[in-house]
């Protein structure tokens, strides 16, 4: 009985000393890194006229720097309940568009867009967020609608920042 309990102990040590062995070897499957995801090259978005009670503001667009862009098309929607997520959209805008739109955007930081007598006409801003930081360009066009106030130079300026806004709009292509 004696020699039958050493080996039911013999066998139970050597059962769990190997489990505790696999169990303590190191796995070669590492994890890759999780990384965030890059911010938008470009952005651009719309405030209505009113929208200051809001504080559901959205970009209409978001274009990476490799092509890759999000519409929200109801972001600045004001029948969009401000509890309801605006519908986004997956899909690209073409390397020469967007090139050609890094330059313009560059280029409209440095004029004058004037500021219109009207007030509380809304705004829309592009901004440009490359890497290194440093380097970002923010665009704000106040009361687009208006131009009351402003000068022929004002007016050529702002009408070349809507081209701009609405071509880059316009060469959204969605994915299917």
Request: glycine share 4%.
């Amino acid at each position: 009985m004696r020699s039958t309990k050493s080996a039911l102990l013999v066998l139970v040590v050597a059962l769990a000393g190997s489990w505790g062995i696999a169990s303590a070897q190191p796995t070669t499957d590492t994890p890759e890194p999780v990384q965030a995801p890059l911010p938008a090259l470009l952005t651009l978005t719309t405030m209505p006229t009113g929208w200051s009670e809001r504080v559901d503001l959205r970009p209409m667009l978001q274009i990476y720097a490799d092509g890759r862009a999000v519409e929200q098309p109801d972001a600045a929607a004001t029948t969009r309940a401000a509890d309801v997520a605006p519908q986004r959209l997956n899909g690209t805008i073409p390397t020469d568009v967007l090139n050609a739109a890094l330059a313009e955007t560059k280029s409209l930081a440095t004029l004058d867009l004037g500021m219109p007598t009207d007030t509380d006409q809304g705004s829309q801003i592009i901004d440009l967020m490359p890497t290194p930081p440093e380097q970002d360009v923010h665009v704000l066009l106040y009361a687009p609608e208006s131009s009351e106030g402003l000068t022929s130079d004002q007016q050529a300026n702002r009408k070349r920042f809507t081209d701009l806004y609405r071509k880059l709009l316009d060469a959204f292509v969605q994915d299917h």
